[in-house]
């Protein structure tokens, strides 16, 4: 059974889909992208969070949503209407810290390897970091010391380039230990 949502609070500055900031019927907060993620947008979220979770990668808990017609009230200063009733993804909203360039160090070298390679076979480039800066779309819980991945809305590119992932991948730099890994596993 999905969540419900009963109250639209405001939409996130953050994101290209900028993403509403709802609260569920089960009490929670979640970033919901809805109908102007477009359609596509919100199945590459579905399927990546799934195959994340199934993987055990560091991921924010997710739901299917659903939004009743009864809070789509156009006109609003929300635009409400680009939300849009029916289903929508929703990532539970946890405290965190995005991850900046400083942070990446602490960050385990497999767990940095795991989520590049995962980024590679999802044909996903949109998790980018440098010293200059970029769009890492990984969280940090500072209480717990762990890493939390999300948005996947741009995998699944059919123009994705691997060898530009190579270079501007936040976690570029594990790419000759991750070769290395898999010319050692061959021999």
């Given at each position: 059974m999905s969540v419900e949502i009963v109250e639209v609070l405001g939409r996130s500055v953050q994101g290209v889909t900028r993403p509403f900031i709802c609260r569920g019927d089960d009490g929670n907060l979640y970033f919901v992208k809805g109908r102007s993620a477009g359609r596509r947008s919100l199945i590459c979220e579905w399927i990546c969070a799934n195959l994340a979770k199934k993987l055990e990668l560091p991921i924010a808990p997710f739901e299917i949503v659903h939004?009743?017609?009864?809070l789509i009230i156009p006109g609003l200063?929300?635009?409400?209407?680009?939300?849009?009733?029916?289903?929508?993804?929703?990532?539970?909203?946890?405290?965190?810290?995005?991850?900046?360039?400083?942070?990446i160090f602490e960050i385990p070298d497999e767990l940095q390897q795991q989520v590049l390679m995962f980024d590679l076979w999802i044909n996903n480039a949109?998790?980018?970091?440098?010293?200059?800066?970029?769009?890492?779309?990984?969280?940090?819980?500072?209480?717990?010391?762990?890493l939390i991945v999300i948005d996947h809305n741009q995998a699944f590119d059919p123009d994705f380039c691997r060898e530009e992932v190579w270079g501007d991948h936040v976690f570029s730099d594990q790419q000759n230990l991750l070769v290395n890994d898999i010319i050692i596993h061959n021999e």
């Open positions: 939004i009743p017609e009864e200063d929300l635009e409400l209407t680009e939300l849009g009733a029916g289903p929508a993804f929703g990532s539970r909203r946890l405290e965190l810290m995005e991850v900046n360039y400083s942070m949109d998790r980018t970091l440098s010293q200059k800066g970029g769009n890492p779309n990984l969280f940090w819980v500072p209480d717990h010391e762990e």
